[in-house]
């Protein structure tokens, strides 16, 4: 949070002993707020004053780790409500559902989906394992979850069957959700004894502020907001209170992240599940349970997160390269377009539509589209022929033609002059009319 | 200290677009909040979801939307099918054979169809939305027919774009009364720009609707997710009335075009039926843009429209 130098100046011991390298302390403060200076650099700050001064300039979402090696993931820590504002920092969750008598499927289930998508694994992160009455079963069956290298969610409100679960698996560092209004003490006492991140819900909005703040109050560090699965209406308005809450009125309390539980809010409809799964996926869902996770459902959903995720100053990039399409090889034509990710994907996705087989080239082009690299000197009959060059794409493709993007049809000239032997042809300018050009190309050929 | 609610409610709103004729009227638009932020302020009128058909029937490979066409051959019977649909807040006809890349049949026949799914969607007491071939020349020459032939319709037309924008909206809107959609490619100023244009034509804000461009989900989407939200934020922060249309984001096309929807089972087969994937690409691809705020999508799956429309339901 922005504290102004002023609000600094008043916690420093105002003797102007130069420690910190600063002519004043009035000075330091200022550089404190700038962000230049860090208030460690006073060697005369009072504790109660340090505290003072982190609680200010604490994140307004905290964020933690859950989980160990190989399946640690991040929650918490947003900065902004839109993307468009900063990156959001830490993607959603998705977690697959289990009772411990058929743990084995569900752990089954939640490791059928695995693959992998411009350079980011995709897979169920997480197993929720709910407690069905057996404590001995549920803690048997924690183990076995834990074991399979997914990480493991608790769900009880039992603090007998929580505790012999957590005595098992607390080295897996789980989320144990539980907590509520009527339990808050054994929770609380369990999430320290054990050091793990802790869920609460209750059943309004006051009453999830008062458990957090009595949370906070008996000193749990991490804890996960469960926004109840009373209805979808209310499941909604909670994670977007609780977020808007955090980000935009400061409420600390709310500065947590959240679970929804969108198994419970439409059982048995996996359609329902994966479109309630998307919406939280943009407002604000940190963990997102589902009772499966077929690839119909994760294709779109996991795709989805991939885009929402990202850097919204930075266009996402494919890898430089040839990639062949529709069983295309040495003796298929190759087209030529930039690496800016929407693009590749439109070309690609017209090239798959007509079935020609074609070597699709993409060089680095700064990631941008083609006219504006082309106009950023990032995309010329220059960079294509070293492209190709560094690549060896002579040595590996015999087929001598080259189509190139419509929008840069001023390149063949340069082109024809740069690479000879090639036959630079002009591709439309519009992708939509792909699938007919390289349909008659094919036939003409 | 106790947890303080703080409504967001916007004094700027969101227009109001009426579609469709008499009974069949739907309303999109008018909210003054996010969309299904109903907890800050009532939403009226909620987002509405289409079911789109083509010209050239459905694809009637995939089994469930197969039966779910079963007997229904010519446009009208389609349409009519369509309007059955659980969950369908209007029907949408693609002129598929209008387009000049395809069959590129005549304008005249393309109006007649309009005509003919107009007709039978009134019957069947939903709006029409109807969406022309995308080429710059050939929508130019086809909407102003399509407006004249489903007169008394109040069809919603897509689209205009900058280049063809004059003819369309004298034509379809001045002329016949008609509603047309302003398309422009996934950016804020383009379609600020747009709009303004079209609104020094004399165009009235309420026959005006936005369509801001396309994506599915994993393609790029990002972008037409932040374009929505930062058009509607212009719209409601700055009260920008160049920017308050309602805005409708076609889906179909694009969530039945990707790589996961086409490939077929025998190539993937861990994937699964090839139709359960087209239709999750669909409601995935419309939730997240119902979520960014638009106030309208068009889905080609019964099951998915279904799915859509009973999740806003839920949230209203």
Known sequence: ?445 | MGYKKEPQVFKAKIGEVVIGAGDAAVTIGGENVWSFYSFDAPIEHKPATGIEFSDKGPDRSLPELAAFYEGAESVADIAARACTAPGADFVSLILESADPNGDNIPSEDAAAIAKEAAEAATAGGKPLVIQTTGNTDKDGELIPKIAEAAQGHNVLILAAKEENYKGIAVAAVTAYGQKIGAESAVDINLAKQLNVLIAQMGIAPGSCVMQLGNAAAGYGFEYLASTIERVKLAALTQNDDTLQMPVIIPIGSDAWAVKESLVSEEDFPEWGPREERGIEMEISTAVAALAAGANAVILRHPAAVKTVSGMVDQLM
């Open chain 1, 1 to 445: 949070m922005a504290l102004k130098g002023i609000d600094i100046f008043k916690l420093t011991p105002k003797t102007n002993c130069k420690d910190c390298s600063q002519p004043t302390c009035m000075a330091f403060a200022m550089k404190v707020a700038q962000g230049v200076a860090q208030i460690e650099q006073c060697p005369h700050m009072s504790p109660d004053a340090l505290d003072a001064l982190s609680e200010a300039t604490a994140p307004p979402m905290k964020a933690f780790k859950i989980g160990v090696a190989g399946g640690e993931y991040a929650l918490g820590g947003e900065t902004v409500l839109f993307r468009h504002d900063k990156t959001f920092v830490s993607k959603p969750l998705y977690a697959v559902c289990a009772t411990p008598d058929a743990a084995d499927t569900a752990i089954a289930e939640a490791c059928k989906v695995d693959y992998e998508r411009i350079g980011e694994r995709m897979c169920v992160e997480l197993i929720y394992l709910e407690y069905a009455g057996d404590k001995a079963a549920f803690a048997e069956a924690a183990k076995k979850a834990a074991d399979s290298g997914k990480t493991l969610v608790l769900a009880t409100d039992d603090a007998d069957a929580a505790k012999e679960a957590l005595s098992a698996v607390a080295d897996a560092k789980p989320v144990l959700n539980g907590a509520n209004p009527s339990n808050l003490d054994a929770f609380a006492a369990l999430a320290k004894e054990y050091g793990v991140p802790l869920g609460v819900t209750a059943d309004s909005l006051d009453a999830l502020h008062d458990a957090v703040q009595a949370l906070e109050k008996a000193e749990v560090k991490d804890i996960v907001i469960d926004v109840g699965a009373a209805s979808v209406k209310s499941a909604f308005e909670n994670a977007v209170q609780i977020r808007r809450s955090a980000l935009k009125s400061e409420d600390r309390s709310f500065g947590y992240p959240s679970l929804v539980n969108v198994a419970k809010l439409a059982p048995g409809d996996e359609r329902m599940q994966s479109a309630l799964a998307s919406l939280f996926t943009l407002k604000y869902g940190s963990i997102i349970v589902m009772e499966g996770m077929g690839y119909a459902q994760a294709l779109p959903l996991y795709g989805l997160r991939q885009n929402i995720y990202t850097d919204p100053q930075k266009p996402m990039t494919v890898e430089v390269g040839n990639y062949p399409i529709n069983g295309a090889d040495e003796n298929s034509i190759c087209a030529l377009t930039v690496d800016f990710a929407l693009t590749y994907f439109i070309i690609s996705g017209e090239v798959e539509r007509s079935g020609v087989p074609t070597n699709l080239l993409i060089p680095d082009a700064g990631g941008y589209s083609v006219l504006t690299a082309w106009a950023a000197g990032k995309l010329s009959a220059g960079s294509i022929a070293k492209f190709i060059k560094e690549e060896s794409i002579e040595d590996k493709i015999k087929n001598r033609n080259l189509l190139i993007p419509g929008k840069v049809a001023v390149l063949k000239g340069e082109l024809e002059e740069n690479l000879p032997g090639w036959n630079i042809v002009v591709a439309p300018n519009e992708a939509i009319s792909l699938v007919k050009f390289l349909k008659e190309f094919q036939a003409a050929a």
